[in-house]
Nanobody, 121 residues
Framework: QVQLAESGGGLVQAGGSLRLSCAGS????????FGWFRQAPGKDREFVAS????????TYAGFAKGRFTLSGDRAQNTVYLQMSSLKPEDTAIYYC??????????????WGQGTQVTVSS
């Protein structure tokens, strides 16, 4: 059974940093893409970043470029989202997801439970 477990969320002041982790279990993820999404209260879920585990190539949403860094550790089946220069508008529940890569669809098959990130002004 595939499971994704996020950790590292919390409360931080604006301008601070947090590192989120997502550990996968139940299979190997060498040929998978891991993604991070977030959902703020009253808003739709939005894409943050993703990474191909096979070559550790990341992709970022515009708001994440220059502030967030996503990396993967294939040996540990874990990805890390380093977030810096955090803003109050980054406050949201952050979700980790995974899907095979390449694939005929961009739908993510597996999701974690989410971790709360709160940035105070």
């Amino acid at each position: 059974q595939v499971q994704l477990a996020e950790s590292g969320g919390g409360l931080v002041q604006a301008g601070g940093s947090l590192r989120l982790s997502c550990a996968g279990s139940g299979r190997t993820f060498s040929n998978y893409r891991f993604g991070w999404f977030r959902q703020a209260p009253g808003k739709d879920r939005e894409f943050v970043a993703s990474v191909r585990m096979i070559d550790n190539t990341p992709t970022y949403a515009g708001f994440a470029k220059g502030r967030f860094t996503l990396s993967g550790d294939r040996a540990q089946n874990t990805v890390y989202l380093q977030m810096s220069s955090l803003k109050p508008e980054d406050t949201a529940i952050y979700y980790c997801a995974a899907r095979p890569f390449p694939a005929s669809t961009t739908t993510y098959d597996y999701w974690g439970q989410g971790t709360q990130v709160t940035v105070s002004s």
